[in-house]
């Protein structure tokens, strides 16, 4: 055990003197007296209420969505084609069949499979875009430089003798500025959409959204969050000396997206988005986050110190009753030694008293009125409050991000496809449970047996062909009733299977995503010819139209106009900062990429001849080109690479000449006069 060595007289208890002057104390006893201080501190009136606060909030939160917990576990577990415990104990006192059709579960999959075309596009396309400002506006600085041009140009007409008409150079001046401006902005929205795409990619962003589509496709919600500031352990390669490749490791800060786990999330009554009311996220976590947590601004080590001796041998998991049933619908590990190893923690983001917070530690300037109520961020696990920090979103966001299949106004909640699909799922399964019970019992005939007259140890239980019956005389009976007969029952399958096809019919509009949506044949009628099926996947499309823009608009817009915030506030490099536009296009994308693509196959069939080429230019048409070349799948700058100065001569074709006689254009190959005079300059 190491000593720390500590000025004292008389020595603490537990500790060494050393002839009255200094004292060896032992580490347990310096731990036992962090323990007693967070102890302390904790137990303080005021840290007390900020954790019944939040435990408050909790209570509440959970009552609210007990309902909706009974809604996820039923979709759950109609996802995964299991009945739920009532359900099947019925099922089995009646006997049968226990068969489960997994129509949801088809429909879920067809669904996430539309949506990772349309918003993943499989790596090839971002859902989402950053536009250059149309108009930018002029700062200061460039109104200065607009009028030393103009002046500079003004003494230029005087020198010459020309008239100077101030409005028309003052025109053209701003015209070429606007022209300059609005190409900046152009580049510096290519810079920060580049910058953007890095940080989107290495935060794990796709990976995030895509996990989530199923939470889409089976839950009332998805929720995904960030960014949140991660510090990461990375590795680099360089050669030292001798040439030889080495390794080294250091840590970065990095922004990362991640799914939240719909069961994890308790929003408050009557909240419809993240942003409203008091949100709880709750955390499942192992002794390394906690400890990893400790000198992170914000975070109290003693109360986390503390969490750790009380908790960490023993766990926490007394939040919610709802983890056994969860665990059976997903056939999850839940013995005790699986759940002592974790600690449940509560996120709560709201609204807190300022005394709260200043008790907590905050400054003054931090919270200048400790009677304002004040958007914070509070971590509880147990009785211990290990984080009190304010929100740093200057807008109060939150960093969640949620929405429904189909939205209800002012809910939080909306239903999923599963929801849509229960009551037809439920008739089909109790139909094919039908069906296989009657094909089972109508598979052979029935035999009927006088058992009276049945002999001593006859086996009726076995039944085979060629096999002789015995049976004794009964002096009682009429000789002509026969001992044993056979009848067939009624087979019902055609009656069934139609109840079966018009249920899992009606769940098809239900939904709105009919079956042919995956490759399944329409049948008849206008499917049966190429237009037509063009036509019913264009209907049936528009609910998946709809569905990627409810995600533009509810994840991707918020989310990524928070990270180019994000990135104006603290990000280093000036060369992405400007006025841009973030546009979320994943509706468009699902709609028209292979459209666009076949227009600009056709653009450049069209253009293919030496008068369009004269317009385009080389560089021109290899913009398309390049375009067209990221569908391939390959490196576009080696399939289309960079224009040359010199362009090769197309055959067929003059080369692109410089500069025209004024008044003149080319017509058939000939100069002509222009029957529009150019403009004077500044119109």
Known sequence: MSNVVQISNPAPSGGLSLGGVMSAV??????????????????????????GHVRKVWETNKR?????????????????????????????????????????????????????????????????????????????????????????????????????????VLKQIKAEITEEMQQESREVAERMETYMEDQLVEGGFMQALSECLDDFTTFPAMVIKGP?????????????????????????????????????VFPSEG????????????????R???????????YSDSAIDAVLDEYGRGGLRDWTDLDAERASAEDAVTSSEN?????????????????????????EEEVPDPLAEYEAEVWLVGRWVIKAVLNPDPLGRRGYYKVSWEELPGMFWGNSPMDQMRDCEDMCNASARALANNMGIASGPQVWINVDRLPQGEDITNLYPWKIHQFINDPMTNATTPPMGFFQPD???????????????????????????????????????ATGMNMLMQNAGKVMQQAVAMIDLHIMTPLLERLYQHNMMY?????????????????????????????????????????????????????????????????????????????????????????????????????????????????
């Not at 990375?234 to 069961?263: C, H, K, M, Y």
């Open 228 to 264: 949140v500031v991660r510090k990461r352990t990375t590795a680099q390669w360089g050669q030292g000396i001798g040439g030889a490749w080495e390794v080294t490791t250091g840590e970065e800060l990095r922004l990362e997206w991640e799914r939240v786990d719909p069961f994890m």
């Open 271 to 286: 909240a419809a988005t993240p942003d409203d009311g008091d949100f709880i996220e709750m955390h499942r976590l192992n």
């Open 64 to 168: 609210v969505k007990q309902n909706v917990e009974d809604r996820m576990l039923r979709s759950l577990r109609q996802r995964r084609g299991e009945y739920s415990p009532e359900k099947l104990q019925q099922i089995r006192e009646q006997g049968g069949s226990e068969v489960y059709m997994m129509i949801s579960s088809a429909k879920a999959r067809a669904i996430s499979s539309w949506l990772r075309d349309g918003l993943l596009a499989n790596g090839t396309e971002k859902p989402w875009t950053v536009d250059p400002t149309p108009l930018p506006e002029m700062s200061p600085e460039k109104m200065q430089e607009a009028w030393v041009r103009a002046e500079a140009e003004m003494q230029l007409l005087a020198a010459s003798g020309q008239p100077i008409d101030m409005r028309a």
């Open 491 to 529: 087979s019902n399958a055609a009656e069934l299977m139609a109840v079966y096809e018009r249920f899992a019919a009606i769940a098809d509009e239900v939904v709105a995503v009919p079956r042919y949506m995956s490759g399944t044949a329409p049948g008849g009628g206008i499917g049966r010819t």
């Open 26 to 51: 032992g580490q347990h006893v310096l731990d036992k007296q962090a323990r007693d201080e967070a102890e302390k501190m904790n137990n303080r009136p005021i840290i007390q209420g900020l954790a």
């Open 339 to 363: 759940s002592s190893k974790l600690i449940d923690a509560l996120q709560m983001w709201g609204s807190v008293p300022g005394s709260m917070l200043v008790e907590w530690g905050m400054s």
């Open 288 to 298: 390394k986050d906690l400890h990893a947590m400790k000198g992170v601004e914000g």
């Open 571 to 683: 990000a280093d490099d000036q060369e992405i900062k400007g006025d841009v536009k973030v546009r979320a296009r994943g509706a468009k994308s699902l709609i028209a990429r292979e459209a666009a693509q076949a227009r600009r196959l056709e653009f450049l069939r069209d253009t293919a001849n030496p008068y369009d080429m004269q317009i385009t230019g080389i560089e021109g048409r290899a913009e398309v080109l390049r375009e067209v070349a990221k569908n391939l799948d390959m490196h576009t700058d080696k399939v289309v690479p960079k224009a040359p100065t010199q362009p090769p001569l197309i055959p067929g074709a003059r080369p692109v000449q410089q500069a025209q006689p004024q008044g003149q254009e080319l017509m058939n190959g000939a100069p002509v006069e222009n029957a529009f005079p150019t403009p004077p300059v500044g119109m």
